[in-house]
Structures are given as C-alpha cells and as structure tokens.
C-alpha cells in the first residue's frame, strides 16, 4: 500500500487547505484498510494525531485544538481521504501526515500500530 499526501502550501492566518491522502495499490491493501489517521510535525515538536477516520463505521475523530476547524472526508472510488482545514493558526504549521492501520476499525492515535505512511505534506501558516 502506498499512501502520497498533497494539498500543503503557504496559507495567511485564517486561511483554508485542503490536504488530501491518496491511496493505491493490490485491491487486497486496499480492502484492508481499517482506518486512516492524520498526524503532524513541527519543527521542534513530536509528531502528533490529527485526525482519524473509521473505514468500517465512518466515524471520526479530532484532537482538541483541531476540533471544529478541521474536517476529515473520504472518496472511497478515488481511495482518497482529504483533511479540510479552516480558520488556520501559525500554530497548525508542520508537516502533515497519513497513515493507515489495516487491523483495526477503531480510531486510535498510537503511531506504532499504523501499518502505512506517507512521506508528509509541509503546511506553513504565516502572515
């Protein structure tokens, strides 16, 4: 399984992005894709959870400081899962990341679990 980010960029406080996780490979990965996660970095800091989606009954999750800013979405015929992010801080700057777990439907932010990640997407918000 192969996961690739895109939709990062330079955006002014309060701005939106929209970043997006592409999935592909043998339709076996694909199928056995539990949840998918979105995580950050920035500089400085220790990667952590965004975000997470549930393949099996949809649900979501958010952390606090994300929550009511951010929306996580999926195309399941474009096998992709997309990260809606409004009302942007300086403080969401980082590299973003996805990852998939292929044994579990239930949201979880343990990075060690995660079965696939992406090489990152860098977001940078800054007046």
């Known amino acids: 399984l192969r996961l690739v980010e895109s939709g990062g960029g330079l955006v002014q406080p309060g701005g939106s992005l929209r970043l997006s996780c592409a999935a592909s490979g043998n339709a076996e990965d694909l199928s056995d894709i539990g949840i998918i996660g979105w995580f950050r970095q920035a500089p400085g800091k220790d990667r952590e959870g965004v975000s997470c989606l549930s393949f099996g009954s949809g649900s979501t999750n958010y952390t606090d400081s994300v929550t009511g800013r951010f929306t996580i979405s999926r195309d399941s015929a474009k096998n992709t899962v997309y990260l809606q992010m409004n009302s942007l801080k300086v403080e969401d700057t980082a590299v973003y990341y996805c990852?998939?777990?292929?044994?579990?439907?239930?949201?979880?932010?343990?990075?060690?679990?995660?079965?696939?990640w992406g090489r990152g997407t860098q977001v940078t918000v800054s007046s």
């Open positions: 990852a998939a777990d292929f044994g579990t439907y239930k949201c979880h932010g343990r990075e060690s679990l995660f079965d696939a």
